[in-house]
Structure formats: C-alpha cells, structure tokens
C-alpha cells in the first residue's frame, strides 16, 4: 500500500572509512537504486561521515525473528571450550 | 543486526491493527487495545527495566507502539515546519557567510524530519499516512513553529533558545527504550550543537554591536523566552503522557525537570549576552540552587495549540503548496524508474 502513495524503502549502508565494514544508518525513500544513493549522500553523509554507500531494497532484506533467537543462538552459550581464553596454558609457555 | 530489520514483519496482528486505528482519524484508541498475553507483557518490562532496547520486530504493547508513532511523527513534523520560519531568512542573511550556515541549518531539520520518519516507519506506518496526517491538520507539531520571525536577530533567538530546548528534551531521548527513535536522536543531537552555538554566535554580534542591533536581540529574546519555556509541553501535573513513558524508558525526565534544567542553563547565557530575560519574577534561589521563575502563561499555549497561534494558517498552507507543488516532481521521479526498469528488463 505504502508502495503505491510513496517511492519504495531502501536501507542505507555506508563506510565511514577506507578499510570499514559498510554499517547501516537508516533508509530512504527513492524511485530508484541511483536515487537512493544520491538522497543517502545527502541524508546520511553530510559531514563527512562515508566514503561509500551501498543501498539494497528494504522489502529484499530477510531478517531472522527474534522469537525464534533462542533456538538460533543459544547453542553457541555453553560452548566455552571456543574461546581461546578456555585453556590453561603454563605460565612458563610462552607465545601461545 | 537482524534486530534492525524489523518492519518486513508485515504479518503480525499488531501491524494490521496499527493501521486501521490510524487510518480512522489517526486517533490511537487505546481503550479497544487487543487482549495481551500477561506474560508478554511482563517479559517486555523486565526488558525495558534492564535498560534492553526494544527493536521493531520485538513484541511490545499496542500501546507503546502507539505513543511511539505519536511522539517520533510529532517530532518529525515539528523538524519539516521548523524549516519554514528560518527558511524566511536565507535570502536576506546579512553575508554570504550566514546564508551558507543557515542553509546547512535548515538542510540539517529536513534530514532529522527524514531520520525521524524512517524510525517511525519501522513501527509499522508509512511515510505517506504521517504526512497526510499533517497536511490534513490531523497531526501535531512543536507550537514553537507557530511564532514568526521578523528580524535577523530572531534567527539567533531560534538557535540559542528554541535548539537548546530542543537539545535538552532530546539528549534523554538518545537512551530511549526504542533502538531506532534512541539511533536517530543519537545522529540529531550530534546535529543540534551546531544549531545552538551558530545561533547564540549570532546573539553574540548583535549583543556586541550598535544600541540598535543590541535592541533587535533584546526584543528577540522577548518574542522567544516564553514560547521556549513552553516547548517542554504542559506542567507535570496536567501531562497526560509522562507516567506511563517514564515506565516505559520513552522519558527519562519530566516537563517541569527539563524546563529547570533549561532556565537553570541559559539565564548566565542571557546574562554574558548582557541581555535581560522577560521575566520580573526571575531569581536564583540559593538554598534550592536554582532559578525560580514567573508563572507561564498556558492559555496562550493552548491556543497555539489549538490552531490559533500568529503563523498556524501559513506554516500549515506552505506545507500543503510544497506538497502539491512537487507532486509532479515525484510522479515524473516514479514514471522515469518504471521506465529504466522495462529497458533494462527488455
């Protein structure tokens, strides 16, 4: 319904800078990809907070549900041993 | 980061619900609420009360999904109609200097009212109805917006006074219980400081310069003291939302708390201004360690609120013209990516 009286959502990832992940900051509404990206720049990045920007239509994204996190992640809570921090090692042993 | 996505969830009960309260006269009815599961309840409260944030697709009460979209589309009004009083002052700033800094204010409220409308929306409502709620005069916005700015030196009292009280209700709102509106106002108040320092800088060059600018801000300050006061929104006493959103970590202070904390800031700023505040019953009070003031005049505030202040009329017409105006603009916007999207379909 939204789609028909407004342009579509896209979500907005930007890279504050050279060796970042891209990081979501929020969504736009735009007719098109290109759209979104120059209403992202002038958004999202006034001050200089990018130096790339992805944009990826909302409706696209699949999100997991949070009811079901449990299920999802809490097998990995009692699994200490993967942690390096789990092992005794001897004091005298060293760079390990 | 699954948590951020939550407005693709578009069949739960509750986004259903959402709309069809707000399509009726964008009333929350909260009274025809849907049965809640006790425990659903209970769980979302000992969330909040452990300082969690609430994300869209989580549970919450009808309720709270409510005043949320109340209070962020308010907010998101109040930052669109805010551009229009400054706007009035952009081609007549006294240098070319002040023009770009008021331009990059007023470029800076548009994208807050687009940072706010994007938070708003991931609570299950678009974009299109909130606008409509304010074009059809259905919504509220800061009464603030109504008060029209005759002189340069108004533009220096917005800044200083109305960004200020804009800072301090909005700094609590950066831990607010609700990841998305707490996210946006993170990225606003960052914004605001700008607002406030370029405004009270403005103050500064009137305050220090001839017996006749030094008048222009004194009356500046005059026209805009009370009206700020009362940007905090009624007495605790008489605010009919605060108990339940400072259960619900939406508030973290009170109107009266915040509207001291604003008084207690700004009168030393008004004083190294060399300006006086309007205010005959204004004092420090020692043993409280801070300023009591004179008593605000609520009908005045009520009667903006209700459509009668000095600029309703116009901000909400200009609004409307803007609106129209650039429906071309959207529709050639939309027909233009049909039309990339069968070439390159072809």
Excluded at chain 2, 190 to 213: N, V, W
Excluded at chain 2, 235 to 242: F, G, K
Excluded at chain 2, 280 to 291: F, I, K, M, S, V
Aim: some cysteine.
């Amino acid at each position: 319904m939204s789609e028909a009286r407004d342009w579509p959502l896209y979500e907005i990832f930007i890279r504050a800078r050279g060796g970042l992940d891209h990081k979501h900051v929020g969504s736009v509404h735009a007719a098109d990809a290109s759209m979104a990206i120059e209403h992202a720049r002038d958004v999202y990045t006034r001050r200089l907070e990018g130096v790339s920007i992805w944009v990826v239509r909302s409706a696209d994204i699949v999100a997991s549900d949070p009811a079901e996190s449990d299920a999802l992640f809490e097998p990995a809570r009692d699994k200490i041993y993967r942690h390096p921090t789990f092992y005794d090692i001897p004091k005298e042993v060293e760079t390990l | 980061m699954c948590q951020n996505f939550g407005r693709w969830c578009r069949h739960g009960g509750a986004y259903m619900y959402t709309q069809g309260l707000l399509d009726q006269g964008g009333k929350a009815a909260a009274a025809e609420q849907l049965p809640e599961d006790a425990a659903l309840l209970q769980r979302f409260q000992a969330r909040v009360d452990a300082e969690e944030k609430i994300e869209p697709k989580d549970w919450m009460p009808e309720a709270y999904r409510q005043t949320l979209i109340r209070q962020i589309s308010q907010h998101a009004h109040s930052e669109i109609v805010g551009m229009l009083p400054e706007g009035n002052w952009i081609t007549r700033a006294p240098t070319l200097l002040r023009k770009s800094i008021l331009i990059a204010k007023v470029q800076d409220e548009g994208g807050h009212g687009a940072y706010l409308y994007s938070a708003a929306e991931t609570l299950g409502i678009s974009r299109a109805e909130l606008i409509d709620q304010l074009l059809a005069g259905r919504a509220k916005y800061s009464s603030i917006f109504n008060y029209p700015t005759p002189t340069w030196a108004d533009i220096g009292a917005i800044g200083w006074l109305v960004d200020g009280a804009a800072i301090m209700n909005q700094i609590p709102l950066c831990r607010c219980s609700y990841g998305p509106y707490a996210r946006a106002m993170i990225r606003i108040c960052k914004e605001e400081s700008f607002h406030q320092r370029q405004g009270y800088d403005i103050m500064l060059q009137l305050a220090r310069g001839t017996p006749a600018q030094r008048r222009m801000a004194q009356e500046a300050l005059n026209r805009w003291w009370w009206p700020s006061l009362m940007m905090f929104g009624p007495p605790d006493t008489a605010s009919q939302h605060t108990a339940l959103s400072v259960r619900w970590k939406i508030k973290r202070f009170t109107n009266d708390e915040l509207r001291q904390k604003f008084v207690d800031f700004t009168v030393p700023q008004a004083k190294f201004l060399g300006l006086e505040v309007p205010d005959p019953q204004l004092r420090w009070d020692a043993a409280a360690g801070e300023h009591r003031y004179g008593s605000i005049d609520w009908s005045e505030f009520n009667n903006v609120l209700q459509g009668h202040g000095p600029c309703n009329r116009e901000r909400l017409g200009a609004r409307r013209e803007a609106h129209e105006a650039g429906r071309w603009v959207r529709e050639a916007a939309a027909a233009h990516a049909a039309k990339q999207r069968a070439r390159a379909a072809a």
